[in-house]
């Protein structure tokens, strides 16, 4: 809800440049964020999103600087501020939510550590109040079981409770304005739409004016009164939300809009893949996991209870669920990187991408070599290893000639992906485990590395095991869809069964959370 008076930020014509070469990252951007509203800011990669959020910030990394332009906050010229006076806009005005909550997060400070420091940078509490306050916070971020995560550390939370950390942290100041830097990327779609609903609520109750980044056009659909997209550090269109997605004029809004999962969720794409009776690459029968050495006690925490599933040859299986619902853990366990404690598992040759490509590329070595290694482990003639790596880099859409020599950080996040895509298809698995491998990546990634899953499955009639948070992707990709919740599979059946007739209250929950799926639906 907007509330009328000055916007509460005002960016015009903001232009940042490299310091030495004076390349133009951002040029000439305007758009201002009212009281109490949602303004989107949309684009791809390498579009100068997070490079405008940080010159609000006045937190530009070395190198950057910003030529032209101005940023008002409140009112206030930022220009004009001494660097103790922004420091002191930071927190009290303005909050930041950033992206990477595992490069944000310090690894020896608990979560209550955390907060009590950001709350003492803005306010005088006793410890009594501090405590109050910091789980308070929590549960405004929509931290499980708040009281008792305190004593956590950062390497005992999932990504999406570390996330929801950091928005704690960003609201500790009781800021006006929030910078939020795709805030829910690494959320699945409930813990999503929990966080927004609060960002929402706070816009709504206390005037809360919030910028937020995303590359999902459908959250901006869902959350955003006003919406700028970015095209190369320029302004494409900007306006009404519904008037730029419904009505739009320049071609790039027009193809981020088709490859956006916005778009999945107007269209109902199905999947191309004919049923019938093929092999079976994989069967999990009653797999169970718990990390405590005694399995006979009573309290025994399991992280996965009894998981039944079977995965036929050119079968693409969605595993979706809650952040904690125990969907790596059986990825893992299926791909033989874990140990079950419990039940059976039969599984032909298998692969594994993990959600950050970087995982799996050493960044010492060059791109064929990283390629190469699994043949090399596999015992491969080293005089074949050579056109293999050529054969799989070309087959993934990238120029081996061109990329083979270059390390990982040449190449763009899109480029990295498809580099581990090259690296678990190299010894021809039947069965490849994706273990979230879109999260991190803009729409237009997102759709050419689908695109490439999909001619890989045709093509060689490999099974993926697809793990993934986003339902609008897992209705598009996937051939059958296997619900997880609190470590069990509550529902498992075709991708259109589970979205006509869902059965379980959790499926439910999930499928209702989907950005822009009860508008579809209407």
Known sequence: MTIDGPDLLDVRKLTVVTAREKIPLVQSVSFAVARGSVHALVGQSGSGKSTILRAIDGVLPRGLVLESGSVAIDGVDTASLSPRDYRLLRGRTVGFVPQDPAQSLNPTMTVGATIRHALRSHHKLDRTALRRRTIELLGAAQLPRAASRLSSYPHELSGGLKQRVLIAVALAGQPSLILAD???SALDTTVQKRILDTLDQLASDHGLGLLLVTH?????????????????????????????????????????????????????????????????????????????????????????????????????????????????TL???????????????????????????????????????????????????????????????????????????????????????????????????????????????????????????????NDTGVAYLFITHDLSIARAFCTRLAVMHDGSIVDNDATAAIFESVRSPHTRELVEAIPGFANAEA
């Open 182 to 184: 795709e805030p829910t």
């Open 216 to 328: 999902d056009l459908a959250i901006a659909a869902d959350r955003a009164e006003q919406v700028t997209v970015l095209l190369g550090g320029h302004v494409a269109e900007s306006g009404a939300t519904a008037a730029v997605l419904d009505g739009a004029t320049h071609p790039f809004t027009r193809e981020l809009l088709r490859a956006s999962s916005y778009a999945v969720t107007q269209r109902s794409v199905e999947p191309d893949w004919s049923s019938g009776p093929r092999a079976v690459v994989c069967s999990a029968h009653e797999v169970s996991k718990s990390y405590d050495r005694s399995l006979d006690a009573s309290d025994t925490q399991w992280a996965l209870r009894e998981c039944s599933l079977d995965i036929e040859a050119g079968e693409t299986v969605g595993l979706i669920g809650e952040s904690g619902s125990g969907k790596s």
């Open 331 to 457: 990825g893992k366990i299926i791909s033989g990187t874990l140990e079950p404690s419990r039940g059976t598992l039969s599984v032909g040759h298998v692969a594994y991408i993990p959600q950050n490509p970087d995982a799996t590329l050493d960044p010492r070595w060059t791109i064929a070599r990283s390629v190469a290694e699994p043949l090399r482990l596999n015992k491969t003639p080293s005089t074949l290893i050579p056109d293999l790596v050529d054969s799989v880099l070309n087959r993934v859409g990238l120029d081996a000639e061109a990329v083979s020599g270059v390390r990982p950080h040449q190449l763009s996040g899109g480029q990295r992906q498809r580099v581990a895509v090259a690296r678990a298809l190299v010894t021809s698995p039947a069965l490849i485990v994706c273990d979230e491998i879109l999260s991190a990546l803009d729409a237009g990634s997102r759709s050419t590395i689908l695109d490439l899953l999909v001619d890989l499955r």
